[in-house]
């Protein structure tokens, strides 16, 4: 089913960081949206928990460079 979740992001300096992890989720099989925020520090991501999981989504954002905290 489609579901979304935030996560916080630390480490992020300028907006090529934060579109570097949003084009990374992005191009996850089974997202549907992602939008990460350099100011809040934060990502937003619509998926589909069929296809994949949240868990790989935060090991998607560490590949990227960055630490992942799960907030909802
Ligand atoms: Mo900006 Mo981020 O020069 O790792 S891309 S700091």
């Known amino acids: 089913?489609?579901?979304t979740c935030r996560f916080h992001i630390k480490g992020m300096?300028?907006?090529s960081c934060s579109r570097?992890?949003?084009?990374?989720?992005?191009?996850i099989n089974g997202v549907q949206n992602a939008q990460?925020?350099?100011a809040t520090e934060e990502a937003e991501i619509?998926?589909?928990?069929?296809i994949?999981?949240?868990n790989q989504l935060l090991e998607a954002?560490?590949?990227?460079?960055?630490?992942?905290?799960l907030i909802s």
């Open 46 to 50: 619509r998926y589909d928990s069929k």
């Open 52 to 54: 994949v999981s949240h």
């Open 1 to 3: 089913s489609v579901q």
């Open 36 to 38: 990460v925020a350099l």
């Open 20 to 27: 570097a992890v949003e084009s990374a989720l992005q191009g």
């Open 13 to 15: 300096t300028c907006t």
């Open 61 to 69: 954002i560490e590949d990227a460079g960055f630490e992942a905290i």
